[in-house]
């Protein structure tokens, strides 16, 4: 059973870099399960997608987010990471990493974050 894990700061100031790592167990982010996403809930707002990275390392940002996004992955250590750079309070939300899209699915319970000064 895969199952991921958010990690990352829970208050980020306005104008600074947001960074989320996500922590996978029981498979390997290298294997073709699916593909690894963030994915994120404003509050009262529905589920947004992000992005995700394939097990290939191929990329794929959702075209209506702005630039100063990036997902990457450190396989050495089984994880994969967003970040989100020039934040505003617009961005607070409670964000999620999921594998989706393929034959296994799996949520991560989600982490709370806030863009506040």
């Known amino acids: 059973q895969v199952q991921l894990q958010e990690s990352g700061p829970g208050l980020v100031k306005p104008s600074q870099t947001l960074s989320l790592t996500c922590t996978v167990s029981?498979?390997?982010?290298?294997?073709?399960?699916?593909?690894w996403s963030w994915i994120r809930q404003p509050p009262g707002k529905g589920l947004e997608w992000i992005g995700y990275?394939?097990?290939?390392?191929?990329?794929y940002y959702s075209p209506s987010l702005r630039s100063g996004l990036s997902i990457s992955r450190d396989t050495s250590k089984n994880q994969f990471t967003l970040q989100l750079s020039s934040v505003t309070p617009e961005d607070t939300a409670v964000y999620y990493c999921?594998?989706?899209?393929?034959?296994?699915?799996?949520w991560g319970q989600g982490t709370q974050v806030t863009v506040s000064s």
């Open positions: 999921a594998l989706i899209g393929g034959r296994l699915t799996s």
């Open positions: 029981g498979g390997s982010i290298t294997a073709n399960y699916g593909y």
């Open positions: 990275i394939a097990y290939t390392g191929r990329t």
